[in-house]
Nanobody, 125 residues
Framework: QVQLVESGGGLVQPGGSLRLSCAASGRTLSTYTMGWFRQAPGNERLFVASMSGSGISTYYTDSVKGRFTISRDNAKNTLYLQMNSLKPEDTAIYYC??????????????????WGQGTQVTVSS
């Protein structure tokens, strides 16, 4: 069984930065694509970014391109999301997840099996 624990969320002013971490245990995840999703109140859980196990392939939703950077340290079994130039519309609970493909796209939450409990990110002045 895989356990994922996110950390690093908080309250930040517009234009500020945060770095999220997702520590995994229970299985070595170096061969799995991992991703970040976010969910704002009343909305569905939406794709933010993902990275292949090797780190070669990365994907971002358009609204975060140029501002967010996904990375991973397979030796530490940890996934990161560096978020810069934060905007109020980035406010959400951020979840990390492990992909075990069920035939959906890398952008689809249904293709991810294991999820963390989430960490709140609030961007407000």
């Amino acid at each position: 069984q895989v356990q994922l624990v996110e950390s690093g969320g908080g309250l930040v002013q517009p234009g500020g930065s945060l770095r999220l971490s997702c520590a995994a245990s229970g299985r070595t995840l170096s061969t799995y694509t991992m991703g970040w999703f976010r969910q704002a109140p009343g909305n569905e859980r939406l794709f933010v970014a993902s990275m292949s196990g090797s780190g070669i392939s990365t994907y971002y939703t358009d609204s975060v391109k140029g501002r967010f950077t996904i990375s991973r340290d397979n030796a530490k079994n940890t996934l990161y999301l560096q978020m810069n130039s934060l905007k109020p519309e980035d406010t959400a609970i951020y979840y990390c997840a492990v992909r075990q493909s069920r035939g959906y796209s890398v952008y689809d939450a249904r293709d991810y099996t294991y999820w963390g409990q989430g960490t709140q990110v609030t961007v407000s002045s």
